[in-house]
């Protein structure tokens, strides 16, 4: 399979983001992302589309849209919408009905950062998604490096302290989220977990400081979604966004937090006695089932089972584990970086039946 680095959710000026795409598509070069999905709130921002290219780089933009009901109050439910290829926004009052249309219009859509609490020092409030009655959507944004920021700012010094010296701020997808995801899987439906960076590039004012609070080139060195394509990028816009896509909806992906250490050649696989399986994919337990794991570099291996750690390995770059049991397993990988352990990996499951 063919990796790429995929850096999603982001904002420009159409709705409440400071930079044009040209910035993004500058950015994205920068960091060497391999592709950037924007997603402007309630607006398909249409004309941007396509490879960009500077020199001997190019990178391939999207466009979606994160899309909620803008009468609500407060604005929950935050849909992030994909390959639909049309104004979806006018849905939006019924969470329900929206991830309907968006299955009609032959996209895939993913709910926006479960879990965002309020900042009172930055009057921000508590946008998490709501509606859990909600069914057949794609899968959740596990991570998000903005609504991560809102758990560590209690007061301005601390929006402060973080503007100027953001890495700090990741540690890890937000706990809450991470159990949501194991629930939701433990229903027997696939979820698809992606990483979101939630990129405005905001300017911020506390007299006489400035500062732009997480630049788009900062967040596209940090949480990214690594999809497995089935086959190479092309260069033909059409193919290559149906190859991203398909990917995503299959599972075919990874969160990984590029910032401490590269996280691409990261596999996560099943050996069968008659298939091999990749993550996003069901394997029958039967006759047993070889769980392989391999990283770019040695760090801390957790395999998970039903939500539950099965399994750890400390300072490893590769491990296997034979089992005969059926469950959802998934793997999270971690580093110290900062002074910290830190998340750095999380797979999409394997779903052993």
Request: with cysteine; aromatic share 10%; hydrophobic share 40%.
């Amino acid at each position: 399979m063919h990796e790429i680095i995929v850096n999603l959710h982001m904002h420009t000026r159409y709705s409440d983001g400071s930079g044009l795409h040209k910035d993004i598509a500058a950015a994205a070069f920068k960091a060497g992302v391999d592709a950037v999905i924007v997603t402007d709130h309630n607006i398909l921002v249409q004309g941007f589309e396509g490879y960009y290219k500077d020199r001997n780089k190019k990178v391939l933009m999207l466009i979606g849209e994160e899309v909620h009901d803008q009468g609500r109050d407060p604005q929950k439910n935050h849909l992030l919408v994909f390959g639909a290829n049309r104004e979806l926004a006018t849905f939006a009052e019924n969470p329900q009905n929206l991830i309907n249309q968006v299955r009609e219009a032959g996209g895939i859509c993913f709910l926006a950062h479960p879990d965002d609490p309020e900042a009172k020092a930055f009057n921000e409030t508590d946008i998490s998604w709501e509606d859990w009655s909600v069914q057949n959507y794609t899968g959740i944004e596990l991570w998000n490096a903005l609504s991560e920021l809102k758990t560590v700012v209690p007061t301005k010094l601390h929006g402060a302290f973080y503007a100027f010296f953001p890495a700090f701020v990741a540690h890890q997808p937000i706990p809450n989220t991470l159990a949501t995801w194991d629930e939701l899987l433990a229903t027997g439906n696939k979820v698809v977990a992606i990483g979101g960076s939630d990129a405005h590039a905001l300017h911020m004012h506390m007299g006489p400081l400035h500062r732009v609070i997480f630049p788009y080139e900062f967040h596209f060195r940090s949480v990214n979604t690594h999809a497995l394509l089935s086959g190479p990028l092309t260069g033909d816009v059409t193919s290559d966004r149906s190859l991203i896509y398909k990917a995503f909806a299959a599972g075919h992906c990874f969160v990984g937090y590029d910032m401490p250490a590269p996280t691409k050649g990261f596999r996560f696989s099943a050996q069968g006695k008659e298939r091999t399986a990749v993550m996003g994919d069901e394997i029958s337990a039967k006759n047993g089932v070889t769980l392989q794991i391999k990283l770019p570099a040695a760090a801390e291996i957790v395999l998970l089972k039903d939500g539950l750690p099965l399994k750890k390995w400390k300072n490893q770059q590769s491990s296997t584990h034979i089992t005969a049991e059926p469950g959802v397993y998934r793997v999270e990988v971690y580093r110290r970086y900062l002074g910290k352990r830190r998340g750095w990996i999380y797979s999409n499951p394997i779903y052993v039946r």
